[in-house]
């Protein structure tokens, strides 16, 4: 079956813009996740959505938001670029993400973003 | 707070050689236990995990014990090959699909 889909693969935006990734799930995975990967601070989870409410969120500015969809398809925005939200993003993708002992999260080959 | 130390990179192996990567964590309870592993150009994939204390995680030749006594969960494989040089990522699982992770350790197999 089809993985995990991100779009775009590759984007540069300049600072101050906005920029809206996009993440479509393994068909019957409920919980969409989202992480930050760059090569100072490693990968740091950004926010986790179920069924198009977020569950939990990481120590990012408010400039960071996302949202999911009935069909748990999910976007990630930033707002008001800064040079270090130069990252790869990267979206995952669980069947339940309930708490207890963690079920897999199949993640999606990521967005490359360069701010300039 | 919750936290995954790995030890640095790059491990530079021959093929063939014995490898491990270390892992110790900080964390309140008892978190589930995770090795990724990332190709270049690609996202994650999880390689093996471990849920309690003394389970033992494998897949592809890899292995990996959750040691409760000294908060490890070192990563081991008995002969490496050149497709497995990647970066390798310890990670514990905090609930809600929360993963923190390690700062990777890049593997280099040579022929």
């Known amino acids: 079956k089809a993985g995990v889909t991100q779009t775009p693969r590759y984007l540069i935006k300049t600072r101050g813009q906005q920029v809206t990734l996009s993440c479509s799930p393994i068909?019957?995975?409920?919980?969409v996740s989202w992480y930050q990967q760059t090569p100072g601070q490693g990968l740091q989870f950004l926010f986790e959505?179920?069924?198009?409410?977020?569950?939990n969120k990481g120590n990012f500015p408010g400039r960071f938001s996302g949202r999911q969809f009935s069909n748990s398809r999910s976007e990630m925005n930033v707002s008001t670029l800064e040079l270090g939200d130069s990252a790869l993003y990267l979206c995952?993708?669980?069947?339940?993400?309930?708490?207890?002992?963690?079920?897999?999260?199949?993640f999606g080959q990521g967005t490359r973003l360069t701010v300039v | 707070g919750d936290s995954v130390t790995q030890m640095e990179g790059p491990v530079t192996l021959s093929e063939e050689a014995f490898l491990t990567i270390n892992c110790t964590y900080t964390?309140?309870?008892?978190?589930?236990l995770f090795w990724y592993v990332q190709y270049p150009g690609e996202g994650l994939q999880l390689l093996l995990k471990?849920?309690?204390?003394?389970d033992k995680g494998s897949n592809k030749g890899f292995e990996a014990t959750y040691r409760k006594e000294t908060t490890s969960f070192h990563l081991e494989k008995g002969s490496v090959q050149v497709s497995d040089s990647a970066v390798y990522f310890c990670?514990?699982?905090?609930?809600?699909?929360?993963?923190?992770f390690g700062t990777g350790t890049r593997l280099l197999v040579s022929p």
């Open positions: 995952a993708s669980s069947v339940t993400g309930t708490g207890g002992k963690g079920t897999e999260a199949f």
């Open positions: 068909s019957g995975h409920r919980s």
């Open positions: 959505y179920f069924s198009e409410t977020q569950r």
């Open positions: 964390a309140t309870g008892y978190p589930s």
């Open positions: 471990a849920t309690k204390a003394d």
């Open positions: 990670a514990l699982y905090l609930g809600f699909q929360k993963l923190v």
